[in-house]
């Protein structure tokens, strides 16, 4: 069984980076697709960005566009997200997700079947 473990998260002021980690292992199958999701008090699951085995363009939530960039290691074994000029809206519990059973979507949670616990991130005005 795989095991998905974040890291990077952490407090910050507005403006400031964080660049959040996303670590596979237990596993040597590559997934179809990884993503970052978020979820702030009071409201639900969101994306925010996400990438596929087979390429192609990524997707980013338009609310980050510009400001975050999803990638990847050549093992495909750890996803990134790089996250620049952050806002208080940004605070979150941010979420690493793994599809491993295939699909054509990779833009929304139903789509993925392995999710690592969690790492908090806080921007402070």
């Known amino acids: 069984q795989v095991q998905l473990v974040e890291s990077g998260g952490g407090s910050v002021h507005v403006g400031g980076s964080l660049r959040l980690s996303c670590a596979a292992s237990g596993r040597t199958t590559r997934p179809y697709a990884m993503g970052w999701f978020r979820q702030a008090p009071g409201k639900e699951r969101e994306s925010v960005a996400a990438?596929?085995?087979?390429?192609?363009?990524?997707y980013t939530e338009d609310s980050v566009k510009g400001r975050f960039t999803i990638s990847k290691d050549g093992a495909e074994n750890t996803v990134y997200l790089q996250m620049n000029n952050l806002r208080p809206e940004d605070t979150a519990v941010y979420y690493c997700?793994?599809?491993?059973?295939?699909?054509?979507?990779?833009?929304?949670?139903?789509?993925?079947?392995?999710w690592g616990r969690g790492t908090q991130v806080t921007v402070s005005s």
């Open positions: 997700a793994a599809d491993y059973s295939g699909g054509v979507g990779f833009q929304r949670p139903f789509e993925y079947d392995t």
């Open positions: 990438i596929r085995r087979s390429g192609g363009p990524t």
